[in-house]
Each structure stands twice: as C-alpha cells, then as structure tokens.
C-alpha cells in the first residue's frame, strides 16, 4: 500500500490539535465508509473497485490495441476531469522523447484560436511518405456542451468526416449514459460510445473509460493500473491508519494558519499528477471560503524559482512531495577522463537517482528547518500498479479529509461562475 | 507602453490604504533611480538597456544563424534563470506543434536520471536518412557550478566530444566574466564564451546571452526583442505612473490579507512567462518571513480545476492575468452543417479570440464579485518587440515593488538552504 513520511509536519502540530483532528478523521471516515456524508450519491469511485468490470476493461484493450495499430496520431478532447488523469498517468509511464505507439495530443482543453488552427494544420501535415496521417478523436465530457471541449470537438470532427471515408469509426464518445448534447451526437453519427457512470465526478473519473481509454492507447496496462487501485481499496478497508493521519494533519496545518500547499516531486514525469491532485483537492475543498490552496511545482527546477520563497517567505505554507522509492532509472554520472576539470570526480560513477534523492533529503531537512512543514507521499516504484494505488490513496483520502471541513467534496457549484458571466458576454440564452 | 487594468484590484482597497502605498512606491522608485537601495550593484539590467550593446546583438544573430543552418537540436542547458526567460520567449512566439529551425531541447534543468538517459539515446538515434544529428549545446551558468547544470553539462559535452570531431564548435558556454569552474572549461576546450555581466542577476538575465541566444537560435529576432525592452526603459523614464500604481496596490493587497497571486492567461503560449513572473517576483520578495507567493495557472485550463478555490475558497489571494489584446489567429467556429446538433450555432463563424476574451471578460467579473481582486497586464500583440516591454515592465516593476517591502530584491539567501544540505548528504567539502 501507499505510504508516507509526515515526521516533518507533525512537528509543526501540538498534541492536543493532532488528537483533536484525529478523532475527527475517524468520524468523517465513517461518513465515507457509511455513505452518510453530502453528497453520497457520488460514491462511484469506491462501488467500481469494489465491483470491477472486467468486461469493459477487456473491451478497452482491444479497442486500444485496434487503434494503436492504425493510428499515428490519437486526440483526447477534454478539459478539467476529463483529460487531467489521462495526461498524468501517460505523462508519467510514457517515455521523453519517443512515441511509444501513437502520438498522444490534447485539445478542447482551452479556447486558443492559435493552438487550435496549428493542431488542424498538424493533422493535415501529410507523412513523410506523403500519406494522410491516420488520426483518431476521443470525445470526453459528460453532458457534451462544455465550451473549450465542445467547440475543438465541432472543428476536428467536422475535418475528419471530410477527409476519412471511416471517420465514424476513428470518432469516440465518452459521455454520461443518456441525455446531454454528447449522446445526440452519438445517436446521429453513430460513433462508439463509452459510458461515464452516474456516481462518478469529473475529478475522480480516471478509472473509468474517461482515463482508461486514453491510457490504453498510450500503451499502458490498465488491467495493471486498475487491479493496483483496486488492491489498495481492500487494503485500506482494513487500514486506514495512514490516511487518517494524513488527513489529521493537514487539517490540523490549515486550522493553525496554513494558507497553501506546494504539491512537487523531484521526478518531472509525476508533474501531471500533481496536477491532478491540484484538481482533486482544490476542486473539493475549496468552498463556503475554505481550503487551503493547492500550487504546483517541479524540484529540484523550482527549487531556482520559488525555493527562495519558500525558505524564508512568508511562513503560511506547507508541502507534499511525491517519491518514488525504486529507482525509476539506473543511469550514472559519467567517470572523470583525466583531470577533474569540472569538479564532480567526487560523483563519477554515481546514480543519478541517489543524488537526486540526497537532493530530495536535503530539502526536506532545509525546509523543515526554515519553517514548512513537509508531507512526503510515497510509491514503491513508478509503474502502473503503484499509480493505480496512488489513485485510490488520494481519492479516498480527499473524501476523508473534506469532510473534516464540514463541505461536501463532491461538487463544484463555483465553476459555473466565469461560465454564466461568459454565456452572457456571448449572448447565449441560458 | 505596457498597460494595465486595475479597476478590480482597486475595489478591494480602501483609498487611504491606497494613498498610503502609492507614496511609498514614489521613495522606493526614486531608490531604483538613484540606486541608493539595497543591493543597487545589480541594476545591470537598467544599464544594459541604456547602453545597448549593439555589436554583441548582431554577433549573437549571426552565430544563431549559423547553428540554425547546421543543428537539429540545440540544447540549452541551464536551471531557474539560466534558461526560464528564454523558455518563455521561444514558448510564446514558436508554434506549437513544428519546429521552425532546431528542436529547442532542455538539460541541466532538474536532476532526473530517466530523462537524462532518454535525452542521450534521443540525440543517439539517427536521422531518418541515417545520419548522425547535428547537436549544439549551450552551458548556461554564472559559475558553472550549479549541480543540475553540470552534470548534464558533464554527460553531454562528454559524448559529442566523442562523436564530433568539431565538438569545440558546437558547445558554447554562457558564463561570468572570469572565475570559475566554466571558465576553466572553457579555457580547456576552447569553447566559444559569452558573458554574463557582473552587475545582472539570473532572474534579471534574459536580455543577455543567457536568454538572447537561445531566443535566436529559435529564429526569433533578438534586436526586435531587446530594442521592445529599450523602448520600456525609455518610456518609464518619462511616465512611472502604470508601475508605481500597480506595485501601489500589490503592496496593499499583501498588506491587507492576501497571501497569494495566481499568475495566469488565456493564452496557453504565455505560460512560460508566468513562469519567468513567477520566479522574478518570489525569488525577489519571498525573503525574511515576507512576500505574496506566486502561483501559476494556464485559464481556461486551470478554471476547470483550481477555478473553484479561485471561485469560492477561502478569500487571500489575487489574480494577474497577462492579456494580449489584437488576436493571435484569426481562427473562427466551423459553421453549422445541417441540423445544430451540438447547439454551437449561436457561435458559429465568431472568432476564437472573441470567444476566449468572453472568457476572460467572464472570468474578470465573477471573480471580482465572489472577492478576488483580479489585475491585468496588457501587451498589445504576442510579439517579440511587445514581449521585450513586457520584459522591462517587470523587472522595473519588482525593483520598485520589492524595495517597497523593505528588502532586498536582487539577492537569494535561502536558494543556499537545501544546496548546503545535500552537499552534506553526498560528502562533498563545502
């Protein structure tokens, strides 16, 4: 199971407020484990574990097996939770440089004219060869009218029935079982549809087709993926000490003045999930003027940008480092040749893991020292089973912990803000 | 000129607040202009533009155009203000999906074995035709000691020295006027030298050729940008009025609870400059307990993710917003073919940048209403010569900004913290 280092943060909250905050993890767990909280009709992301649908995840496969073999480039259209736990675990298995399979692009996840003309242009590039690129679209989004989504959606689609005899065949829709624009579209074209179930919020959607199939046909087991999510699901049916005790204290944090947590890793390839942790925390926490802000960052880079802040800014901050243990690479410093010009002889031959670790060691200690307080949240290595478990540690831990604040995790009437002002502006009648 | 809009901002400070905090920009601009404050032998940055360094320019063009003739990949390798302006400048006016010249590739930026190791089988891999690729690399570092920098500086200079045999001419070092572990390289191998001058900090460094070479090797033309920058000093020369207001209310906004900024734009090309934003103003105020931590977020994006903390969490933060006022593409809604199935009708040949500037105008109103003071800052196109302003515009705006907090904005203590720990942990005799 996923574990975690909270010595640094612990030591910033008394006994009494740990005990206090503590007691009250193990209420709100009841209230996630009895469905007894607000919002309990949005429990899905447990009952899909609890009752994994093989078939759906054979059917995935395949379908990602058959698209990987025909396309050069695949196209997620989504926006928030509908492509933010796709990109992060893709982010995170596939590799730097190469395309392992085909190209993986996002859109409909913003409204830039210029992004989006350059992707049409892009897809109409022909190949080297002089061939049409062969492209396939997945349409993510549960009522199918979010703007950023729905407009890409319109433009590439409309390009592909031009240019593709089978377009209905290279067009995928994953959207709620019935009603919504997203199911008209379908029911007209007939394109293949993958059902995003009643119970799940956008933000905890990654385990079902929304990220499955994206993940899939980046080349990555979801059988893997899934079967570790769901292993940690019985695991912490047993044992919920861990989580209770993370979500003590950065209860306990917030409530003696703690205003923002750096969510990082010393490994660039977890960036997009600290993203969609971003998303998963701030979405649910951040309400009725609660939450403690969830910023992003990337060490040791950032450690030459806001480090400084950091150090020795303003002491209202606290930080959560991803690790992962294993190495994810065995790749060492190159040895000395002749004199030691540069200075590093004293590293020849040593991995970049271990340094990298010394790196994250040193932080801890330097900014335990300083005044922040330091959550480290850590896998056993970087493959898709120990994401898959990352998953689950953090949705069920979002749960725990938000209820602590007395809000309801699982909605977000504060998105329809800037929608309803731009409706307006727009002279939609809404 | 820059502009700004700041009417929201404005709302949520009171007039004397603000009479109070506009006085104080007034002494703190007068120590910018006399130098009479803390750390006033880094005003390299203002002197630089006073003096153009015209010969340098036009031979950091013609070397660019050199490398842009021969390389595939030019790889800039240097961490935190040794490659974040040129990242920022190169994202914002190279497209997105071709690389028009060299693939700008990054090192030296974090300390990751696995992308080390994949960068190295990438540059490793031949050209479709077979052939070897053609690698440049420029070292980016005052000292040459910053351990991310060098090791990939040390992993990659090694391996072209065994496949090039004109090596020495593809590795250019970026680095002080003398001292060092770089200039001993240097003088070892005989690399090409550009210097960064004595009196300009990393952050401050981009209109040097720590960024400017880089920038032209992306085939952007560097005498546009820098003389942008010169036609901002010039200007605020004669009208400080837009920069003492804004540094007015940024200091009165942190004064009066606000603990943080989220930096963002609707233009997704403009998230590396919040990045350089980011760095410039943490790095410069986040010292001695003080300064409003920089967040970074890309809108629309982000608004399905963090937009709901934004919305409605707890109400200490702020939002800057750079906006680019003429379109960047003119890119419009696909027209409704037959029946309007997905509803876009109603938008159906309006422009993607009128329909994003809904979304900014949205954004602005129903943040200001739910409580988070929103501040604009406006270039009027994504060009080289109005990002060169923008450029000044910042650093004359942190100077004025910082000083105004009553520190010193030009140094970084506490970047030492976690560098002096691991040294610790990896046995070296600091």
Redesign the interface.
Known sequence: MITTDVKSARSFVSDDEYAEAFELAEKTYQQVKNQTGAGSEWLGWQRILKEPNDAELEELTSHAERIREDADIFIVCG???SY?GAMAVIKALN????NNGPEILYAG???????????M??LQ?PK?DGELKSVYLNGISKS?????T??A???IR?WMHEVYEDAADRIIATTGKEGG?MN??VA?EGYQKYIIPDDVGG?FSVLTPVGLLPIAVAGIDIQTLYYGAVSEYEGREQDQETILEYAALRYALLKNGH??DVLTS????LIGFT?WI??LL??S????????????A????D???????????????IETILVAKK????????ET?G?D????G??SGR???Q??K??L???V???T??GVPVLKIIIEELNAQQLGKLIYFYELFTAVYVYMLDVNPFN????E????????????DV
Chains 1, 2 share one sequence.
Do not use: C, W
Not at 109 to 119: A, P, R
Not at 327 to 334: A, H, M, N, R, Y
């Open positions: 926006i928030g939770g933010t590799p730097y440089f190469k996840h913003h409204m830039s004219g210029k992004y989006l003309k350059q992707l242009e892009y590039t080297e199918g009218s979010t703007l950023e729905a407009l959606f319109r433009t409309a624009v008209k579209i007209e933000r205003a923002l010393f490994e660039p390839e993203a971003q998303q701030g979405e926490e951040g309400k009725e003027g609660k939450g403690m802000f969830p910023a992003m990337g060490y040791s880079t450690l030459h940008s806001i480090g400084q802040i950091i150090q020795e800014g303003r002491r209202n901050l190495p994810i690479s065995d790749f060492k410093v190159q040749q004199e010009i540069d200075q590093l004293y590293l991995s970049f893991h340094i990298n010394s790196a060691d040193g932080t200690e330097a900014h020292e300083g977000q009437p504060g998105v803000g800037y929608k309803k002002a731009m409706y307006k502006l727009l002279g939609k």
